[in-house]
């Protein structure tokens, strides 16, 4: 098949057939586990499968990132997935949380970069939507960067309800390239992130009359 042959268009709905779906935990996340088919590319149908699907909504991340001093704003708080694997459990990362019903994904980028960092966003910049983990989990990301003022960013932050315990601080851009390049960031939404702001960073200071 020559690439010119790929199509695009999106499957049907009756491209997959669910025989089986069960509720095995609804917790902090909701495990289903379910049985399935679907329709090969070579035509006809899988055998039936079974998958462990995760649903705990849809998230939204922001850079803050404050053109006049030139810095980006970033948090570090623990997370227990690291630690299943055996690394620093304290990541460094971007502003994030989870779209609540009745909000935009704006409304989660401004109350979140409040919660988290201390910080209150301008202008947001979207950057791309893409599937955390799409071979187990439901969840979809927004991505911004949003424009503030950093000059009084930093500090411990998050909700006591929530156990979160942020610590938000500043970092040069120049500064934030170089763990880009020593790889420094083991989490894809600040990497994605930054390396969007690498090429429009320019673009985006001139069109804010920063330069």
Request: charged letters at 30%; a negative charge.
């Amino acid at each position: 098949m020559s690439p010119s042959d790929h199509s695009d268009a999106p499957h049907r709905p009756e491209d997959v057939e669910i025989v089986e779906r069960t509720v095995v935990y609804d917790g902090y996340t909701r495990v289903d586990e379910v049985r399935l088919r679907h329709r090969l590319h070579e035509g006809g149908w899988s055998p039936v499968i079974k998958r462990e699907l995760i649903e705990r909504g849809h998230a939204v991340a922001v850079l803050p990132y404050d053109p006049v001093r030139d810095e980006v704003v970033l948090i570090r708080q623990f997370r227990v997935g690291a630690y299943g694997a055996g690394r620093d459990p304290w990541l460094v990362e971007v502003v994030a949380g989870v779209i609540d019903p009745g909000e935009t994904p704006e409304d989660v980028a401004r109350r979140e970069s409040v919660e988290e960092a201390g910080c209150t966003i301008g202008e947001l910049i979207p950057i791309c939507e893409y599937y955390a983990s799409a071979g187990i989990l439901s969840e979809t990301v927004v991505l911004y960067v949003g424009i503030t003022d950093a000059s009084s960013a930093g500090g411990i932050h998050g909700l006591d309800h929530e156990g979160e315990d942020i610590e938000a601080f500043v970092l040069a851009w120049e500064e934030a390239w170089k763990w880009v390049e020593a790889r420094r960031f083991l989490d894809i939404k600040i990497v994605t992130a930054l390396q969007w702001l690498a090429l429009n960073r320019d673009a985006l200071r001139w069109r804010l009359g920063k330069r």
